[in-house]
């Protein structure tokens, strides 16, 4: 069955320190790969995604992503974390899957950065 | 535009009563989803529908009906709550030609069962 894993359920860092959140999914066809935010209180937001292209994208606020064929990954980076990154964050991959796109959440990383 | 709104905001329910959560997009989306999300688990897929007039089942939807009313339109029932559907809802959008794009989500709705 199709899957995602977030290894890091709570992280606690500095501001300024840098950031880098797991993600790993199980899925052998092509994949779309997102990561989403959600701010205390309220809903997910769409920070960036890869469909094709350059394996490193970036997304809002200085996030980027690189998507690892080999290694099924597509890991969150941000270099100097702010106070206001505090927030919960969601890996998801879309596939196709009985000729529905359907999408597959991991179970969220809560980021909380201490000014 | 509004993107993804739905209501209520906030619902309290005694155990065995019914409600409807309601969602709408104006953004001209063909596939829409519920989910809920708990702690620790992330968001699970209750219901979606890929095209006006279809819905299928997700990863838990016991306890759930849906409708999809128009292309607008995707309604969550509960037609005997229970306490084990405490939860945040959330409602969300996509292009079904274009999933690459990803989700539009709702604000959500915080229901507690009694």
């Known amino acids: 069955a199709q899957s995602v894993s977030q290894h890091n359920h709570h992280v606690i860092l500095s501001e300024a320190a840098s950031l880098e959140l797991g993600c790993n999914y199980s899925?052998?066809?092509?994949?779309?790969l997102f990561w989403y935010v959600q701010y205390p209180g309220q809903h997910l937001q769409l920070l960036l995604k890869?469909?094709?292209?350059?394996?490193l994208v970036k997304g809002i606020k200085g996030f980027e992503a690189e998507f690892i064929k080999s290694k099924f990954s597509f890991n969150l980076r941000k270099p100097s974390v702010q106070w206001s990154d505090t927030a919960e964050y969601f890996c998801?991959?879309?596939?196709?899957?009985?000729?529905?796109?359907?999408?597959?959440f991991g179970t969220g990383t809560r980021l909380k950065v201490l000014a | 535009n509004a993107g993804v709104t739905q209501t209520p905001k906030f619902q309290v329910l005694k155990t065995g009563q019914s409600m409807t959560l309601q969602c709408a997009q104006d953004?001209?989306?063909?596939?829409m989803y519920w989910y809920r999300q708990d702690p620790g688990m992330g968001l699970r897929l209750i219901y979606y529908?890929?095209?006006?007039?279809?819905?299928d089942k997700g990863e838990v939807p016991n306890g759930y009906n849906v409708s999809r009313l128009n292309k607008r339109e995707f309604s969550l029932r509960l037609e005997s709550a229970a306490p084990s559907q405490t939860s945040v809802y959330f409602c969300?959008?996509?292009?079904?030609?274009?999933?690459?794009?990803?989700?539009?989500f709702g604000p959500g709705t915080r229901l507690t069962v009694l």
């Open positions: 969300a959008s996509s292009e079904r030609e274009k999933a690459f794009l990803g989700q539009y």
């Open positions: 899925y052998g066809g092509t994949v779309n």
């Open positions: 890869y469909f094709s292209g350059d394996p």
């Open positions: 998801a991959v879309n596939a196709l899957a009985s000729g529905t796109y359907k999408y597959i």
């Open positions: 953004m001209n989306h063909n596939s």
């Open positions: 529908s890929a095209s006006e007039g279809t819905t």
